[in-house]
């Protein structure tokens, strides 16, 4: 049920790249990316809706393969900022499924100086 | 401002004892969420309601109930019979209708369980 996040955690230099992916066994109607900082709610970062449609946020962007169901969101230049937990959360093209909004497991982020 | 309030921000309870966790959202939302979030877990989907009068199950809904008598509040109570609550529980508001509508949380409800 559960879209499946990876890496589970990753380190970064300030200034470096990374990937972080997320995967649905079902067909995705949207994406949503969120990043919770330790001992916040979740902030929303992007909405993607379409299959190979990019958006960005500062540095952050993301991309939707539709016919892979799956998302990634790339973290470029990174900075301190960045730290946190990332998570995607997905809603399937299931009618039944209405507005159900479903959350991987989280990808741990932390850039260093 | 508007915004999403939970209450308590801290719960301790004893074993076998019903508490209920508070959500009240001013933005006029339709949709609203419970989640519960373990530490170093991801958000796992309790409950969930479109519009008022109506709420759906989510993927742990099990030990836990809800009601949605008014649009701005969505309870949450923690039975005797979920068998694990101590976590960290979110709630959280959305337009229904809105296909960019973003996910706008509240601060979150840490519960223990003594």
């Known amino acids: 049920q559960q879209p499946v996040q990876s890496p589970q955690a990753v380190i970064l230099r300030e200034g470096e790249d990374a990937v972080i992916n997320c995967s649905s066994s079902?067909?995705?109607?949207?994406v949503h990316w969120y990043r919770q900082k330790h001992g916040e709610a979740p902030v929303f970062l992007m909405i993607?809706?379409?299959?190979?449609e990019q958006k960005g946020h500062e540095k952050i962007s993301a991309s939707f393969n539709e016919k892979k169901q799956q998302s990634s969101l790339y973290l470029t230049a990174s900075q301190l900022s960045y730290s946190g937990t990332y998570f995607c959360?997905?809603?399937?093209?299931?009618?039944?499924?209405?507005?159900?909004?479903?959350f991987g497991g989280g990808t741990r982020v932390l850039v260093k100086p | 401002d508007g915004g999403i309030t939970q209450s308590p921000k801290y719960l301790f309870r004893k074993e076998g004892q019903n508490v209920t966790l508070s959500c009240e959202q001013n933005?006029?939302?339709?949709?609203m969420y419970w989640y519960r979030q373990d530490p170093g877990q991801g958000l796992r989907l309790i409950y969930y309601?479109?519009?008022?009068?109506?709420?759906q199950k989510g993927d742990i809904a099990e030990g836990y109930s809800v009601s949605r008598e008014k649009k701005e509040s969505f309870p949450l109570t923690v039975t005797s019979a979920q068998k694990n609550p101590t976590a960290f529980y979110l709630c959280?508001?959305?337009?229904?209708?809105?296909?960019?509508?973003?996910?706008?949380f509240g601060e979150g409800s840490r519960l223990t369980v003594l």
């Open positions: 959280a508001s959305r337009f229904r209708l809105s296909n960019t509508g973003e996910l706008f």
């Open positions: 079902k067909a995705l109607y949207s």
């Open positions: 993607l809706l379409k299959g190979g």
């Open positions: 959360g997905t809603r399937v093209l299931i009618k039944a499924a209405g507005n159900k909004l479903t």
């Open positions: 933005l006029n939302h339709d949709a």
């Open positions: 309601s479109q519009i008022v009068n109506d709420f």
